[in-house]
T-cell receptor, first 114, second 110 residues
Framework: EAQVTQNPRYLITVTGKKLTVTCSQN?????MSWYRQDPGLGLRQIYYSMNVEVTDKGDVPEGYKVSRKEKRNFPLILESPSPNQTSLYFCASQGRAGEEDTQYFGPGTRLTVL | RKEVEQDPGPFNVPEGATVAFNCTYSNSASQSFFWYRQDCRKEPKLLMSVYSSGNEDGRFTAQLNRASQYISLLIRDSKLSDSATYLCVVNLDSNYQLIWGAGTKLIIKP
């Protein structure tokens, strides 16, 4: 079954404690992306990756890091989380740029930073 | 002005009615357009693409008006299961960059 998985699904942590949210896809997609979703603001892109070892900033990259060492995995790293990073996070992947290939989303990670 | 704007709703609609909502975009160079559906606390899923000639899929019809820079979604014979938030998405160019609206919440009442 084609899918994007994220872990953990729910996380409550404290300010400053480093955390990683994993994302994995089994569709051999080149493109992967991280979004955060906040009430009234829609999905905002944090980082994206066009392929292995190729990453770039999205609209709201501050406070986040990513890596793409393998095609299937695209972890999101918060080195020093702060309360303003409390949000719902989605990982997504897509097969080919410029074509009407839909973005597949993971189930989401609800993060609370106290 | 937001790049993609939607009326947040909620739209409260009786079952069986027809409902329509629009989404406006600011960048005239936008190339492709989509409607996604998102159920509460779940991931967005593609509902339909929006073509220049319009697009119909069962009870759902999507239209594009480039001159006025908006897209629309029409739902006929609405079902309780249509209750969700509908996200408008605009692709600015030929790469992956998608701009998301904040969504319109639709509630279908029995």
């Amino acid at each position: 079954e084609a899918q994007v998985t994220q872990n953990p699904r729910y996380l409550i942590t404290v300010t400053g404690k480093k955390l990683t949210v994993t994302c994995s896809q089994n569709m051999n997609h080149e493109y992967m992306s991280w979004y955060r979703q906040d009430p009234g603001l829609g999905l905002r892109q944090i980082y994206y990756s066009m392929n292995v070892e190729v990453t770039d900033k999205g609209d709201v990259p501050e406070g986040y890091k990513v890596s793409r060492k393998e095609k299937r995995n695209f972890p999101l790293i918060l080195e020093s989380p702060s309360p303003n990073q409390t949000s719902l996070y989605f990982c997504a992947s897509q097969g080919r740029a410029g074509e009407e290939d839909t973005q597949y989303f993971g189930p989401g990670t609800r993060l609370t930073v106290l | 002005r937001k790049e993609v704007e939607q009326d947040p709703g909620p739209f409260n609609v009786p079952e069986g009615a027809t409902v329509a909502f629009n989404c406006t975009y600011s960048n005239s160079a936008s190339q492709s357009f989509f409607w996604y559906r998102q159920d509460c606390r779940k991931e967005p899923k593609l509902l339909m693409s929006v073509y220049s000639s319009g697009n119909e899929d069962g009870r759902f019809t999507a239209q594009l008006n480039r001159a006025s820079q908006y897209i629309s979604l029409l739902i006929r014979d609405s079902k309780l299961s249509d209750s969700a938030t509908y996200l408008c998405v605009v692709n600015l160019d030929s790469n992956y960059q998608l701009i998301w609206g904040a969504g319109t919440k639709l509630i279908i009442k029995p």
